[in-house]
Structure formats: structure tokens, C-alpha cells
């Protein structure tokens, strides 16, 4: 039987903070994938199964909130925490006002994050059951 339960994505150009992120999912028994650009994620098969997405927003090429922007223009509202290094008022409001979960300044408290993922996929499961 193929696995039907929702991946946490990952995406975050520091590699370090993307596999910790991955380790923490899958501690608490979560399916998770990191990927090191917005492109690669976009790119992956694991789009379709993405329940959650936590991204960096400071990235090259692609910032997160580009990423998430994206997504929802192509339709594909999936539910979104934005983790960022250098937060702002600003850059706060922009997230939010976009359909951001969570704005999440580094560094965060792991039940913070578990927090906001598992709103997140919750926030996933009510759409993908809607009619």
C-alpha cells in the first residue's frame, strides 16, 4: 500500500539547517524532504505529495516568499512557514498578508516550529478534504 500521508518539504540553501529540520520531522514520525533551492523543490515529485512547506526566505535566485507566491499563483496553496535569519516588521506583514502560516525568526524553538507544522498540516488536511 503506498504511502498516502503528507511530506514536510524543506527548503533552505544552508544545508545544516535544512537535514536538522528533516531530522526533527522525521523524530516525531513526519515524512520530510529537504531540498536546497525553491527550483529543485519545484522540480520534485514530492510537490504533489506536500502537505506543509518550511522555507528560508533569504535564498539565491528564488526567496521563499517568492516560492510560496508562486505556488499560489499556479494554484497550489500549501501551507507555508517562513523561517528567516534577518526578520523585519515588514517582512512580517508581506508573509502573512501572502497566506504564510507561521514567520518564524532564526533561531526557534524546536515545539515552536513542531507547532506551526503541525497547524499547517492541519490547515492541509481540511483543504485536501474539502470538496
Known amino acids: 500500500m503506498p504511502n498516502t500521508r503528507p511530506t514536510v518539504a524543506i ?3 544552508d544545508e545544516a539547517v535544512g537535514n536538522a529540520i528533516e531530522v526533527l520531522m522525521r523524530s516525531v514520525g513526519l ?3 529537504a531540498f536546497s533551492s525553491g ?6 515529485p514530492e510537490l504533489s505529495r506536500t502537505g506543509c512547506l518550511v522555507v528560508d526566505y533569504d535564498m ?4 521563499g516568499l517568492d516560492l510560496h ?7 497550489n496553496e500549501i501551507p ?4 528567516t ?5 515588514d ?10 502560516i507561521c514567520f518564524l525568526p532564526k533561531p526557534f524553538d524546536e515545539s515552536d516550529l513542531l507547532n506551526c507544522i503541525q497547524a499547517a498540516l492541519d490547515r492541509a488536511k481540511g483543504n485536501r478534504g474539502a470538496p
Open 69 to 75: 507566491n508562486n505556488l499560489s499563483r499556479l494554484g
Open 31 to 33: 515524512i520530510a524532504k
Open 80 to 83: 507555508t512557514v517562513l523561517i
Open 60 to 63: 539565491p535566485k528564488m526567496s
Open 11 to 13: 527548503v533552505d540553501d
Open 85 to 89: 535569519a534577518y526578520p523585519s516588521d
Open 39 to 44: 527550483e529543485e523543490f519545484l522540480r520534485s
Open 91 to 100: 517582512l512580517r506583514i508581506r508573509a502573512l498578508q501572502a497566506g504564510v
